[in-house]
């Protein structure tokens, strides 16, 4: 009885057939071919470089220090733009992570979270993020050079510009003022990510607030500090207009081995050897060739920042 | 028609109180604080005494945990915090304006609602708030260690594996750790905010006969949410609502004849 009155329960009642959802449908695919456009432009940029790079990448190449005329593609090569690009990012990293994660540091566990003056240095940083590189450029120019390297020169008496001309240092601090943004975003989110609880109990058992961020709240947040670290080497590595005009040569006949040297760089001869070259047609294959080292470069020192950040996190994981 | 009669819950045998306890080291006068305008805690006076169990028990937002943090100064953390009155631990107020707040924190010990190791070894955990204080002689952090650990009823448990992560422990034995954590910077007070509230029974029931057992060397203020608990442990109780103190007094007392009518409705379940 009971059984027959609950099948015919289900049977009286119709769900509506499901009709086809145009919409759905029309929204899915469209979201799909706009990744697939992504993916085909990507393609098609790394194919075209790694194809017509990778014959021209020869040992040979990498490892010599050309001519003045660097257009001649069986004697030129790009060692010293590799050391130089290198430097700069090694140098700028040095510079931006301290600061950064010192500012971090103050905006989420020092400025008082609800002032005037602290949403002003929030909204400078955010700001900063959106300047223009060029515009990172003449500020490099203008301040750096112009004036703390001239002071730097009189105040040493040196008798000709030491300090005050396009340097390598100059260029590293320039990029390290323009990636800022990216360190102190990553940083305040990692460190706001750590539960209260921690910093509580380490207060609770004496420790002071400066203990507790070394003991307990860095050792925690350096994963996420790492990251900004490594999204600051990326966006770096590729600039140019910023170290325009604030350390890059031309042309220079030995490598840099003075922060106050100026130094040769792959993003910049890419530019020089697209657009200075007396014969285009024969100079293309070492562009390509140039553009594919610095590809690999910028890989590399993301590669290396990565592993080093995969090493910290299995440390604290072993730990925590 | 017959009385309802509410079931009286029966405060269980306390375990007697350890030789020269009993005399008042905490004092709480007139103590008021405010959030910003809103006012948390009205007017509060109360006397904790040595080396005795206090319970504070009421319904939430009743201003217990509040209290409790002004032990401590942990609510000096909040921005916009006041305080009126006075708190005084022996002869000190805690609040006058030469007080070494990281001083206070090191006499006076907590161990929070959830349980809250460090990321670090078991080892590092008790030896933390050794270190900070300059310890670092191998041989007296070994020593403590085993010792904060054996007080906090967790040495036979971990002592193969003190360096491994305290993370990998139970939530029982993370509060014990947390325990021996606070006890190793050997405090005169305690400070406990529903350390068992996170925890199954059995791990609970390990936790009150450790707080029996600590209540021999140590000052211990918990609050809780749980009456059984209070009559479980506390030698003394005090009820607070809407951020007053309604009636303090022996837990016997509070639990089998509350002078105030609120107490007794609390007690016995009638609201809460």
Redesign the interface.
């Known amino acids: 009885m009971e059984a027959q009155s609950l099948k015919s329960k289900a049977q009286s009642h119709h769900f509506r057939t499901r009709q086809f959802d145009f919409g759905s449908f029309f929204f899915s695919g469209l979201t799909g071919l706009a990744t697939l456009l992504i993916l085909a432009i990507l393609a098609v940029i790394l194919g075209n470089i790694i194809v017509n790079g990778w014959p021209n990448l020869t040992w040979h190449f990498v490892s010599t220090i050309p001519k003045k005329d660097f257009f001649d593609p069986a004697t030129t090569g790009v060692l010293p733009m590799i050391i130089g690009t290198t430097i700069r990012v090694f140098v700028m990293t040095i510079f931006v992570l301290p600061i950064g994660v010192i500012t971090a540091v103050y905006l989420t566990e020092y400025a ?3 002032s005037p003056v602290t949403r002003i240095i929030r909204a400078a940083v955010n700001n900063l993020a959106g300047v223009p590189s060029i515009v990172f450029g003449l500020f490099g120019l203008g301040f750096f050079i112009n004036f703390i390297g001239r002071n730097m020169d009189q105040l040493l008496h040196n008798p000709g510009p030491v300090w005050g001309q396009p340097a390598v240092l100059w260029a590293s601090l320039t990029l390290a003022v323009m990636t800022m943004p990216v360190v102190i975003v990553a940083t305040e989110e990692s460190l706001k990510a750590i ?1 209260m ?2 910093r ?9 607030k400066l ?1 507790t961020i070394i ?2 709240v860095l050792p ?1 947040a350096l994963p996420g500090i790492m990251t900004g670290g490594i999204l600051a080497v990326s966006r770096a590595a590729g600039e140019v207009a910023p170290i325009l005009f604030t350390g890059v040569a031309y042309y220079m006949a030995s490598l840099p081995g003075k922060l106050s040297d100026q130094f040769m760089d792959l993003g910049y001869h890419v530019f020089v050897l697209s657009t200075q070259s007396p014969d285009i047609e024969k100079t293309r294959p070492i562009l390509y060739a140039t553009v594919l080292v610095l590809l690999i470069l910028t890989f590399a020192l993301n590669f290396v920042a990565v592993l080093i950040r995969a090493r910290v996190r299995k440390k ?1 994981r ?3 | 028609m017959a009385e309802t009669v509410l079931p009286k819950l029966e405060v269980t045998a306390q375990t007697p109180l350890a030789e020269g306890a009993g005399a008042s080291l905490i004092e709480i006068s007139n103590l008021s604080l405010f959030y910003g305008k809103s006012r948390a805690l009205k007017d509060i006076s109360l006397s904790i005494r040595e080396r005795v169990v206090t319970a504070f028990i009421g319904p939430s937002g009743c201003g217990k945990s509040t209290l409790l943090r002004c032990l ?1 100064r ?1 609510n000096d ?1 909040i ?1 916009g915090v006041r305080i009126e009155g006075s708190v005084k631990i022996g002869e000190h107020d805690i609040y006058a304006s030469d007080v070494d707040v ?2 206070l ?2 006499r006076v ?2 161990v ?1 609602q ?1 349980s ?6 078991i080892y590092d955990n008790v030896a ?2 050794l270190k ?2 300059g310890v670092k002689s191998k041989s007296e952090l070994d020593a403590a260690v085993e010792q904060s650990l054996n007080g906090a009823a967790l040495w036979d448990e971990v002592k193969d594996r003190l360096h491994s ?3 990998g422990l139970s939530g029982g034995q993370q509060q014990r750790l ?1 325990i021996a ?2 006890i190793a ?1 050997k405090p005169e007070i305690i400070l406990m905010d529903e350390p068992a509230s996170a925890l199954d029974p059995i791990a609970t029931s390990r936790v009150e006969d450790l707080i029996l057992e600590l209540k021999k060397d140590f000052t211990i203020v918990i609050v809780t949410h749980n009456m059984q608990q209070a009559t479980r442990i506390s030698d003394e109780t005090a009820f607070f609502y809407m951020g007053e103190l309604i009636e303090s007094g022996p837990t016997q007392k509070i639990f089998t004849m509350p002078k105030q009518k609120r107490t007794e409705d609390y007690v016995t379940g009638r609201f809460g």
Do not use: W
């Open positions: 008082p979270t609800h539960p609880g921690l509580e109990a380490s207060l609770a058992l004496g420790a002071t203990e003991r307990i925690q604290l072993a730990l925590g | 401590n942990m953390l921005d990281i001083e924190r090191k010990g907590m929070f959830k809250n190791p460090f990321p670090k070894s933390y708030g900070l204080q992560s305290a993370l947390c954590r606070a910077v």
